[in-house]
């Protein structure tokens, strides 16, 4: 684990105390070092670090207009290092990690970074969690193949060689080429799980594979002719053009 770490400070002696503290610390990484708050500002936007060692007291922006300009984005876990010791509630009202009173000795400098790296450690181990499960959720959501059983046997069939689909009762048929498959869900169960810049419902009964629409004609009473590659014609359904016209958006 690499914690990218961003030194901001107005006093070049400062700088050099903490680069000489953090030196050695194999799971630091200084990324960029900065005189006042703009700099800092700039430089945690191309940099995105996951911690900002910041002074309180700069010239022009101090170190709470720092983070106020980072209100827009997840901000990085906060160590404070400063001369005065008045703006400590402050400091943990912006949810710092830690308040460091100048001069700071090497050991009270290594707690600080112990808790930091628990910090950081929890947060990127619940970021990926998240991103994790996000991925598996898509998965799971988007069906890559079905199991079709049919007189007592069982195969896959791959979602993207449906043509189209149609409800029947209680399951639904599977046109795949000159085949028809009997699966047993609803047509709205089967449709939540399908790719949507894949598979379009353009009837309370009919799915389409949006790769076999060879075109579409206006027809009666607002609805459409849809014709397939293989020549198949189905409806779109007046009641459901606001999925075509969602699918057009890119926001099906």
Not at 68 to 93: C, G, H, K, S, W
Not at 158 to 167: F, G, L
């Amino acid at each position: 684990m690499s914690i990218r770490t961003v030194v901001v400070d107005d006093e070049a002696l400062a700088r050099d105390w903490v680069r000489e503290q953090l030196r050695e610390d194999g799971e630091i990484d200084i990324v960029a070092e900065c005189e006042d708050g703009f700099k800092a500002v700039e430089a945690i936007g191309s940099t995105n670090p996951d911690l900002l060692i910041l002074d309180i007291q700069m010239p022009g922006l101090d170190g709470f207009g720092v983070l106020r300009m980072l209100e827009n984005r997840p901000p990085p876990a906060v160590i404070f290092l400063t001369a005065f010791d008045r703006y400590a509630l402050q400091a943990f009202e912006v949810n710092a990690i830690d308040y460091l009173l100048k001069p700071v000795s090497p050991e009270r400098m290594q707690s600080a970074l112990v808790r930091i790296k628990a910090h950081v450690r929890e947060r990127q181990s619940g970021d990926l969690a998240t991103r994790l499960m996000t991925a598996l959720d898509e998965k799971r959501r988007h069906l890559d193949w079905l199991l079709i059983k049919n007189d007592g046997k069982s195969h896959f069939l791959r979602v993207t060689d449906i043509d189209w689909i149609e409800s029947q009762r209680n399951n639904v048929a599977l046109h795949a080429g000159a085949s028809t498959h009997v699966y047993h869900d609803t047509t709205a169960g089967i449709e939540a799980r399908l790719d949507p810049a894949r598979f379009l419902r353009i009837h309370r009964s009919t799915i389409v594979n949006i790769d076999r629409i060879k075109e579409l004609h206006p027809w009666f009473n607002g609805d459409y002719a849809v014709t397939l590659k293989d020549g198949t014609r189905l409806t779109l359904s007046n009641s459901y053009k606001y999925k075509l016209k969602a699918f057009r958006r890119g926001t099906n």
